[in-house]
């Protein structure tokens, strides 16, 4: 049976592929459903799997920046940066989001925002391993 797809998938780049996918499992407690490597070690395909949702990684080129080292070396993004908003980032819901925002920090997530919540659900927002910016909300 092939594998089933929803409507919208982010499609993310990472300078470390491989290395990505098992720090989304281990911190964001997403699911691998397809890793595919290169004799280089590169990622050319990934899939994990959160929630009802999927994410599609890869490292596009080995002269990839990825948005962490991108910031430290561009001050224009170091500007735009400097919120804790996500700026080019994916929302996820999630069914606990005071035991995904513990698991995440434990397992070396910069937090941008705690916990918080509003007429709209609660919510927090942390970057990954390589500086990408996610929003993690649980239903009001």
Not at 4 to 31: C, H, N, Q
Request: net charge negative.
């Amino acid at each position: 049976m092939a594998a089933t797809y929803p409507d919208v998938i982010p499609m993310i780049a990472y300078e470390d592929g491989p290395k990505a996918m098992d720090w989304l499992s281990s911190a964001f407690g997403f699911r691998e459903r397809t890793r595919m490597v290169g004799e280089d070690g590169r990622l050319s395909h990934g899939e994990m799997q959160a929630g009802e949702g999927v994410i599609m990684l890869a490292t596009p080129t080995p002269d990839y920046q990825a948005p962490r080292r991108h910031r430290a070396e561009c001050e224009p993004t170091q500007k735009w940066s400097s919120v804790p908003y996500i700026v080019d980032g994916v929302l996820v819901y999630v069914d606990d989001v005071n035991a995904h925002y513990a698991r995440a920090k434990q397992r070396g997530a910069t937090i941008l925002s705690e916990p918080e919540a509003d007429e709209y659900g609660k919510r927090y927002r942390a970057e990954d391993v390589e500086g990408h910016r996610w929003m993690f909300m649980q239903r009001g």
